[in-house]
T-cell receptor
Framework: DAGVTQSPTHLIKTRGQQVTLRCSPK?????VSWYQQALGQGPQFIFQ???????QRGNFPDRFSGHQFPNYSSELNVNALLLGDSALYLC???????????FGQGTRLTVV | GNSVTQMEGPVTLSEEAFLTINCTYT??????LFWYVQYPGEGLQLLLK?????DKGSNKGFEATYRKETTSFHLEKGSVQVSDSAVYFC?????????????FGKGTKLSVKP
């Protein structure tokens, strides 16, 4: 079991650009949540996807959007990147949104 | 709104020392409480959890008790090892016990010296 896998591992983008991050959930899981972890801070909830729909959303602007595919994998898109978007982006999967959530190792995004 | 406050680190201990990392929370309703651990270069792993008042979560020698009267969920371990060096996050979920929308504290970095 590969667990939760995220790609890419690291990414450098220029302010104003757009970025797409990808997540494959743990086998058997159908729910994916995304978090932003700034340096020295705890993760902050961005949104959760279940059955290809956004089920919950945290306090993030519309520049942050997502998608879930029929195979339960997910993408996080960020438009019009700001320097403040530099962070570790974590994906977590679970079954039905309950039970233990398993985290991937994250994508380190640097905006310059 | 809901929030989690945990003691600031870093915390440096000698091997076999007693560990306490304080965590208090603010929440409406009856949240579930969690401790996650992040080892260097790795993702977050669930360490333990408690879903109702007076529950005690335990795993790998770590324990934490859900105290509703003091809104606390302090992490303890009787004898730490070098391999326990990591960042520890206290978190709560108020979505019916789901771990899908966790609210995390800022994390406490623990370093254990041999």
């Amino acid at each position: 079991d590969a667990g939760v896998t995220q790609s890419p591992t690291h990414l450098i983008k220029t302010r104003g650009q757009q970025v797409t991050l990808r997540c494959s959930p743990k086998s058997g899981h159908d729910t994916v949540s995304w978090y932003q972890q700034a340096l020295g801070q705890g993760p902050q909830f961005i949104f959760q996807y279940y059955e290809e729909e956004e089920r919950q959303r945290g306090n993030f602007p519309d520049r942050f959007s997502g998608h879930q595919f029929p195979n339960y994998s997910s993408e996080l898109n960020v438009n019009a990147l700001l320097l403040g978007d530099s962070a570790l982006y974590l994906c977590a999967s679970s079954l039905g949104g309950v039970g233990e959530a398993f985290f991937g190792q994250g994508t380190r995004l640097t905006v310059v | 709104g809901n929030s989690v406050t945990q003691m600031e680190g870093p915390v440096t201990l000698s091997e076999e020392a007693f560990l306490t990392i304080n965590c208090t929370y603010t929440a409406t309703g009856y949240p579930s409480l969690f401790w996650y651990v992040q080892y260097p270069g790795e993702g977050l792993q669930l360490l333990l959890k408690a879903t109702k008042a007076d529950d005690k979560g335990s795993n790998k020698g770590f324990e934490a008790t859900y105290r509703k009267e003091t809104t606390s969920f302090h992490l303890e371990k009787g004898s730490v090892q070098v391999s326990d060096s990591a960042v520890y996050f206290c978190a709560l979920s108020d979505y019916g016990g789901s771990q899908g929308n966790l609210i995390f504290g800022k994390g406490t970095k623990l370093s254990v010296k041999p």
